[in-house]
């Protein structure tokens, strides 16, 4: 297995990603930050590893074959085409793109660039969506109807260290992130188990001003979730949350099927409920079959001891192997702009009153050219930018 030679870009959560890096026999040959003290702590682990301030300056570094982008939320898309542009692979945390307009910019240069885009999205690969997606794809339950996926993340107001850490500055991008903005922690999981995308899109706030009980937010966001419908290109149907703030903590999917269902089960620890028809049993299973899944990986022992449920260790092996292969990503830059569209066009529907929107397909120029110049966004930007709309119902 040949090393792949990558750089990292941003040390606040692109530290978390260096030991996956390293054990999946990725070569960090350059890193790069505002922060001085980041620098050094990434240097006191990485040793003596040539820094950079600037991203410039970064993406010029001899012979990097590939970035991981860890900077602000919904800042990615300029530093991508960036690296395309200079035939560098990109591996992208969180979100692809915060305005239909980046989509489409971003989109465009992944289709010229000799280099290949991928989201950086997690929840897929935890444990119990990869046996979701085993068994969905298995046959047994038929054909999809209804899905739901849920993310659930409150961070109680008494946390001052977690607030500080998660929302450092009045203008930081967590103080204006539409519920339905943070959504690929939602969604992606449902799309990656079935392969369904969607193509229209309407939501419902959960609007809850008096505040109090949840602060991984900022208080302009008066909204405690966002309830997002999608019609799907197969004729099923998705309800998804965004990023929630009710109820306990915790990630739930569950996909509905004309045969049966299949679930991870709230507060199981990981379980999986299969559950069928009882005139729809395939021989050798149960009606009701609730249980631990297992890995069934080479890797179990790596993949247990990285974050996010073993999704942080797999989908930076999913990058590199995929360097190393020249094959394309799943989740490439349709993928990724696909539920930035829905974040997008789910929060002008809250702010419509309701009203559906239709998702567009970036594969096709006539969709982009609708939003080419579209640049409307509830952030403030590092370049000094106002937000154009707000960034809650009320």
Not at 149 to 170: Q, T, V
Not at 293 to 302: F, G, H, R, T, V
Request: aromatic share 10%; with cysteine.
């Amino acid at each position: 297995m040949r090393k792949v030679k990558i750089g990292v870009f941003g040390l606040g959560r692109g530290y978390s990603h260096l030991d996956s890096i390293l054990l999946n026999n990725g070569e960090i040959v350059a890193i790069c930050d505002v922060n001085e003290q980041k620098i050094a702590k990434a240097k006191e682990k990485l040793g003596d590893i040539a820094a950079y301030r600037d991203f410039d300056s970064f993406i010029e570094h001899p012979g990097m074959e590939a970035v991981l982008l860890c900077n602000f939320f919904h800042e990615h898309t300029a530093y991508a085409i960036k690296a395309l542009e200079h035939n560098i692979h990109v591996l992208s945390e969180c979100t692809s793109n915060a305005t239909m307009a980046d989509g489409v910019a971003l989109v465009r240069a992944a289709e010229k660039s000799k280099a290949f885009y991928m989201l950086d999205e997690n929840y897929p690969h935890m444990k119990f969506n990869r046996e979701m997606r085993k068994i969905y794809r298995g046959g047994t339950l038929g054909d999809l109807l209804f899905a739901e996926g849920e993310y659930n993340h409150p961070l109680d107001p008494a946390d001052e260290k977690s607030i500080n850490r998660w929302r450092p500055f009045d203008k930081h991008w967590r103080n204006y992130t539409p519920r339905s903005y943070y959504i690929t922690h939602s969604l992606a999981p449902l799309i990656f188990i079935t392969g369904a995308y969607p193509v229209r899109v309407s939501a419902m706030p959960v609007h809850y001003p008096k505040g109090g009980e949840d602060a991984l937010f900022g208080p302009a966001v008066t909204d405690r979730a966002a309830i997002i419908t999608c019609l799907n290109d197969d004729g099923s149907v998705y309800r998804v949350t965004g990023c929630a703030g009710f109820g306990a903590h915790g990630d739930s999917y569950r996909i509905c099927c004309d045969k049966g269902q299949v679930e991870n089960v709230r507060g199981s620890g990981g379980k999986i409920m299969l559950r069928y028809n009882k005139w729809n049993v395939p021989e050798g299973m149960e009606e009701n079959n609730f249980y631990m899944p297992e890995w069934n990986d080479p890797q179990e022992n790596l993949i247990e001891k990285s974050g996010h449920g073993g999704g942080d260790f797999i989908v930076v092996r999913e990058f590199l192997n995929c360097i190393r292969e020249n094959k394309k990503p799943e989740f490439d830059e349709y993928f990724a702009t696909n539920m930035a569209s829905v974040a997008i066009l789910a929060h002008r529907s809250i702010l419509a009153g309701g009203q559906p929107f239709d998702v567009p397909d970036f594969r096709r120029e006539e969709d982009r050219v609708q939003y080419e110049n579209d640049r409307e966004t509830p952030f403030y930007g590092s370049d000094g930018s106002e937000p154009t709309i707000p960034c809650s119902s009320h």
